[in-house]
C-alpha cells in the first residue's frame, strides 16, 4: 500500500552494527546497543534491535486500537497495554534471519469478545502491522 501523504518522518542512525550505539537525529533517543547471548554475544548492558522493535510496535498498536476504539465511541482504560514478544532466528528457507511476532493486548473492563474485535480492527490500521503484514505471522492475543 502507498503513502498518499507523509504526516511525519523520523531519522536515526546507527554505528558499530548490534553491538555499536544508535539514536535519533534530535538525540531524544541515544541507545548503547549488545549482542544478546542468544545471539552469541556477551549480553551487555545495552538494548538491541528486537527490544526497540518490540516497544514501537507495541506503542504503535495500541495507538491504532485506541483509534478504532474511537470510532465506535469507545474508550479505553488508562491502563490498557500492549506487550510484544519478538523473536528471531534462522529461516527456513536457511537464506538468513527473520523474526516472529506476538503481541499481547489488555484492556481490563473490556468484554473479551469486544477486545477482540477491536484488535483485529487495529492490526489492520496499525502501520508496524501493514509493514510486516506479508513477512511475519502476528499472533494477536487477548488477555
Known amino acids: ?3 498518499t501523504e507523509i504526516l511525519y518522518t523520523a531519522h536515526g542512525h546507527a554505528m558499530g552494527g548490534r553491538a555499536g550505539k544508535g539514536a535519533s537525529s534530535d538525540k531524544r533517543l541515544e541507545v548503547t546497543l549488545s549482542v544478546p547471548a542468544g545471539l552469541g554475544g556477551e549480553d551487555g548492558p545495552g538494548t538491541n534491535p528486537e ?3 518490540a516497544v ?3 506503542a504503535c498498536f495500541l495507538g491504532a486500537l485506541k483509534v478504532v476504539a474511537g470510532k ?3 474508550r479505553l482504560p488508562a491502563d490498557t497495554t ?3 514478544a519478538i523473536g528471531i532466528g534462522p529461516r527456513e528457507d536457511g537464506g538468513g534471519f527473520g523474526i ?3 503481541l499481547t493486548i489488555t484492556a481490563e473492563g ?5 477486545l477482540e474485535e477491536l484488535v483485529q480492527k487495529a492490526h489492520i490500521v496499525c502501520p508496524y502491522s501493514n509493514a510486516i503484514h506479508k ?3 502476528v499472533k494477536l492475543n487477548v488477555a
Open 1 to 3: 500500500m502507498s503513502v
Open 51 to 53: 527490544q526497540l522493535f
Open 56 to 58: 514501537g510496535y507495541s
Open 72 to 74: 465506535e465511541k469507545l
Open 82 to 84: 500492549v506487550a510484544a
Open 100 to 102: 516472529t511476532a506476538s
Open 110 to 114: 473490556i468484554e473479551k469478545a469486544k
Open 135 to 137: 513477512s511475519v505471522d
